[in-house]
């Protein structure tokens, strides 16, 4: 049985450097050593929140996204910005900051590599159980404009099935958590090891 096949990069340049984002080009050894070019859009990885109420309801949020140039129902989430800074102490302060809420006890639901062919973005979301309000801070651009909404999860679901709901870590984390919730899985603890969390990104900045 033949060994599978290593893709080793033989080069790569640094197309576009951006505040949230980097393009490089890679050329990569292919079956037959031919050379192909691949862009990589690298991404500093984010977290995303589902704060699960007592009651079984779920808070989300209603905010703009320029690129497709219209508010969008999500969960809370951040980008791992903050050079060195655990996964779980970001999904705390995003939490805090997008909705107001603190949270007792915390869970992974699901993690996510949204777009494999291009970029190396992964998105981890966390259950957030044993919530307390709190003062929300002011917000600044998109985010001085977002509403906080609560729902049953059940409708929050049924939302995702109709496609009133597209973000895809608030599909995955509902439908995550509507399988917990029904006893057909169990969130991962929350230091589990994330394998697919980005580095190139951060690298350039730390």
């Given at each position: 049985?033949?060994?599978?096949?290593?893709?080793?990069?033989?080069?790569?340049?640094?197309?576009?450097?951006?505040?949230?984002?980097?393009?490089?080009?890679?050329?990569?050894?292919?079956?037959?050593?031919?050379?192909?070019?691949?862009?990589?859009?690298?991404?500093?990885?984010?977290?995303?929140?589902?704060?699960?109420?007592?009651?079984?309801?779920?808070?989300?949020?209603?905010?703009?996204?320029?690129?497709?140039?219209?508010?969008l129902?999500?969960?809370p989430?951040g980008?791992?910005?903050?050079?060195?800074?655990?996964?779980?102490?970001?999904?705390?302060?995003?939490?805090?900051?997008?909705?107001?809420?603190?949270?007792?006890?915390?869970?992974?639901?699901v993690?996510?590599?949204?777009?494999?062919?291009?970029?190396?973005?992964?998105?981890?979301?966390?259950?957030?159980?044993?919530?307390?309000?709190?003062?929300?801070?002011?917000?600044?651009?998109?985010?001085?404009?977002?509403?906080a909404?609560?729902?049953?999860?059940?409708?929050?679901?049924?939302?995702v099935?109709?496609?009133?709901?597209?973000?895809?870590?608030?599909?995955?984390?509902?439908?995550?958590?509507s399988?917990?919730?029904?006893?057909?899985?169990?969130?991962?603890?929350?230091?589990?090891?994330?394998?697919?969390?980005?580095?190139?990104?951060?690298?350039?900045?730390?």
């Open positions: 049985m033949s060994q599978p096949h290593e893709f080793v990069v033989c080069g790569s340049d640094t197309l576009y450097v951006g505040k949230i984002l980097a393009l490089r080009m890679d050329q990569v050894v292919m079956p037959g050593e031919r050379e192909a070019k691949r862009e990589v859009v690298e991404h500093p990885g984010s977290v995303v929140i589902l704060p699960l109420h007592d009651d079984g309801s779920v808070t989300m949020i209603d905010q703009y996204r320029h690129p497709l140039g219209r508010r129902r999500e969960l989430a980008l791992l910005d903050a050079p060195g800074e655990d996964p779980l102490a970001t999904a705390q302060r995003e939490l805090l900051e997008e909705v107001g809420y603190t949270a007792r006890d915390w869970s992974v639901l993690d996510l590599v949204p777009s494999p062919g291009f970029s190396d973005e992964s998105q981890r979301v966390f259950l957030a159980r044993g919530l307390s309000e709190v003062d929300r801070p002011p917000g600044i651009d998109e985010e001085a404009d977002l509403k909404v609560r729902l049953l999860l059940g409708d929050a679901v049924r939302q099935l109709s496609g009133e709901i597209v973000n895809g870590p608030a599909v995955a984390g509902l439908l995550a958590a399988a917990v919730l029904a006893g057909i899985s169990q969130p991962r603890p929350a230091d589990s090891p994330w394998p697919n969390r980005p580095t190139h990104f951060a690298a350039r900045h730390g």
